[in-house]
C-alpha cells in the first residue's frame, strides 16, 4: 500500500545538536513537502521538492535544511537545534502539477529541543 | 500573504448531532481541500471542493469562490468523528509544477456518547 513514512517519530535533541528528520514515500511522487505544527498555527511550510536532486524553501525555512537524494526520500536537517524548533514535523507528498493539490501526509514526528 | 480562517475553534456535540465548521479565506482560492487529523496526529484527506457542493459518506462541504468561504458539515456525528478539522487552499493561479497549500488552524471536535 502506497505510504508516507517518517522516522523517528519522537525525538529529544538538546540546543546546538544537529537533527535529521527522514521521510520515504512509496507513492512516486514528484513532490515532497516539510511542514511543521505548532498550536494556533495550523501547518506551516518549511521546505518542498520537485524531484531527486531539487530543494526549495517554504515560507519558514530559516533554521532549517533539506536533502532530496531520491524519489522516495526527503530529508529535513536542523544544522544547531534551538528550543524554538520544538514542534511536531510532517512530511508529505503530492502529485507534480495537472492543477492537482491533493497531498498525502506521514504520521508527523514529534520533536522537543531542550 | 494567503490566510486561512476556520471557525469554531472548538465544538463539543452530543453523538447524532451534525456539526457546521467554516473556512474564510483572504484570496481567491483554486483549490480547497478539507483534512481531519486524529487525535493521534496522522493527517487525512477527506474532500477536495473548489466550488460548488460536494458529498461523501456523512460530509458534504460547499464551497462559494466569489466569497471566499467553505463550509463542511457532518451529519450524524459520530465519537469517531473526534479530532481535528483543517481547512487548506492554493491561491492564485495552479502553477504547472507546484501548487502551494496554506492551512487554517483547525476546528477541533469532540463528540460524546
Known amino acids: 500500500e502506497a505510504a508516507v513514512t517518517q522516522s523517528p517519530r519522537n525525538k529529544v535533541a538538546v540546543t546546538g545538536g544537529k537533527v535529521t528528520l527522514s521521510c520515504n514515500q512509496t507513492?512516486?511522487?514528484?513532490?515532497m513537502y516539510w511542514y511543521r505544527q505548532d498550536t494556533g498555527h495550523g501547518l506551516r511550510l518549511i521546505h518542498y521538492s520537485y524531484g531527486a536532486g531539487s530543494t526549495e524553501k517554504g515560507d519558514i525555512p530559516d533554521g532549517y535544511k533539506a536533502s532530496r537524494p531520491s524519489q522516495e526520500n526527503f530529508s529535513l536537517i536542523l544544522e544547531l537545534a534551538t528550543p524554538s524548533q520544538t514542534s511536531v514535523y510532517f512530511c508529505?507528498?503530492?502529485?507534480?502539477?495537472?492543477?492537482?493539490?491533493?497531498?498525502?501526509f506521514g504520521p508527523g514526528t514529534r520533536l522537543t529541543v531542550l | 500573504g494567503q490566510q486561512v480562517q476556520q471557525s469554531p475553534a472548538s465544538l463539543v456535540l452530543q453523538e447524532g448531532e451534525n456539526a457546521e465548521l467554516q473556512c474564510n479565506f483572504s484570496s481567491t482560492a483554486t483549490q480547497l481541500q478539507w483534512f481531519y487529523q486524529s487525535p493521534g496526529g496522522s493527517l487525512v484527506s477527506l474532500l477536495s471542493?473548489?466550488?460548488g457542493t460536494k458529498h461523501t459518506g456523512r460530509l458534504t462541504s460547499t464551497t462559494v469562490t466569489k466569497e471566499r468561504r467553505s463550509s463542511l458539515h457532518i451529519s450524524s456525528s459520530q465519537t469517531t468523528d473526534s479530532g481535528t478539522y483543517l481547512c487548506?487552499?492554493?491561491?492564485?493561479?495552479?502553477?504547472?509544477?507546484?501548487?502551494?497549500?496554506?492551512f487554517g488552524a483547525g476546528t477541533r471536535l469532540a463528540v460524546c456518547p
Open positions: 508529505a507528498s503530492g502529485v507534480k502539477g495537472g492543477g492537482y493539490a491533493e497531498q498525502f
Open positions: 507513492n512516486n511522487h514528484n513532490n
Open positions: 471542493n473548489p466550488s
Open positions: 487548506a487552499i492554493v491561491g492564485g493561479m495552479l502553477s504547472g509544477s507546484f501548487n502551494k497549500l496554506t
